[in-house]
């Protein structure tokens, strides 16, 4: 008989030396305000009218070139910190693309130019949430992870309460001011209102907006964005706590709000049990669930038992459904499963 193979670890950590360079790139862009949108671009001047302006050319979507206005001619302070910003753009282009070869999670342009309108926009500082795989993804990077995920054409967004805005601003159009083409998703009943834009064609990027609410799917009027939310079970939960970290996704590093991810974890474990009519979704939900506890556990030293006291009960038993499964891709996690299975335990 063959011996058996050796279990497979959910994840390995990256070297120090990368773990640092991803932090100063994280802080460098948290520290820059407001990042500029699509490529970093190049300075042109004009002066075909009589008078001199300066205008920055970038690409905002693969293909289709934009130019804004920076200033008149002469107005070196401008200038210089526009000539500034897009060096710093051009740095930070190249340290993702290099963290992405060493193994981080990058998203793709199109999610880039979704954040960073988002971020610009003040949706993140005012209450706005990353949530799904983009989130998992983020805390992939900010606990200096190596593992899978898998790429998403999804960007999950959510608000616990109303956000606090300057004033209300219209969802779509910020959508829409991406200039990716995004277009309203028909709502489940005829005439419903949307909750979700789509960029047009079959496989285009989804931008889903959701809320807490005890009924899966019932819509929720977002005032502020003069939108429409789909509730998720035991979002109040999850929303809790939120986290600032970053996101890496195209040629940006995207300051944005997550959830925490003991709490991220109990809500992964809880989707994965629900979706029954969607299997894959399940595996990916219980897969990220387990490397980001076998992760805590083990590197970062959280206590999964004691995240476990205000876990609603309804989570804690559908990750007891899961247990079987979590035993088997926690094989190679021992101390990890054993607190796992002491929180689900906890509170019976």
């Not at 002469?74 to 290099?98: K, N, P, Y």
């Not at 005890?214 to 809790?240: I, S």
Request: proline share 5%; glycine share 6%; hydrophobic share 45%.
């Amino acid at each position: 008989m063959s011996p058996a193979l050796p279990a497979r670890a959910l994840y390995a950590r990256h070297e120090l030396a990368f773990r640092t360079q991803y932090a100063e790139l994280a802080e460098r862009s948290r520290n820059e305000g407001r990042l500029l949108p699509g490529t970093p671009g190049t300075l042109s001047l004009r002066t075909g009218t009589g008078h001199g302006y300066w205008y920055r050319r970038y690409y905002a979507v693969a293909g289709r070139q934009s130019e804004d206005l920076v200033c008149k001619d002469g107005d070196s302070a401008a200038l210089e910190a526009m000539r500034g910003r897009i060096e710093f753009a051009a740095w930070a282009e190249r340290q993702v693309r290099a963290l992405r070869q060493l193994g981080f999670q990058v998203a793709d342009k199109d999610v880039a130019r979704v954040l960073v309108e988002l971020s610009n926009r003040g949706l993140f500082d005012g209450g706005l949430m990353l949530v799904g795989t983009l989130a998992y993804m983020a805390w992939l990077n900010e606990l200096g992870l190596r593992a899978v995920a898998s790429r998403t054409q999804d960007v999950d967004l959510a608000r616990r309460q109303a956000l606090k805005l300057a004033a209300s601003l219209s969802f779509l159009q910020t959508m829409q001011a991406t200039q990716l083409e995004f277009v309203p998703v028909p709502g489940l009943a005829p005439g419903a209102p949307s909750t979700s834009v789509k960029r047009k064609g079959q496989d285009g990027l989804r931008v889903d907006m959701l809320t807490p609410g005890p009924q899966l799917g019932r819509l929720v009027v977002l005032p502020e964005l003069q939108w429409h939310a789909q509730a998720v079970p035991h979002f109040d939960y999850l929303l809790r706590e939120p986290r600032r970290t970053s996101l890496l996704a195209g040629g940006h590093c995207i300051s944005v709000a997550v959830p925490a991810p003991q709490r991220l974890v109990w809500h992964k474990l809880y989707s994965s049990a629900n979706r029954r009519h969607d299997l894959a979704k399940a595996d990916k939900d219980l897969l990220q669930a387990a490397t980001l506890a076998a992760a805590l556990v083990e590197d970062d030293h959280v206590n999964i038992v004691e995240s476990a006291a205000d876990v609603p009960a309804q989570l804690r038993n559908a990750a007891r459904r899961r247990l079987p499964a979590l035993r088997k891709l926690l094989v190679a996690h021992p101390q990890a499963l054993e607190e796992v299975e002491r929180a689900v335990a906890a509170g019976t």
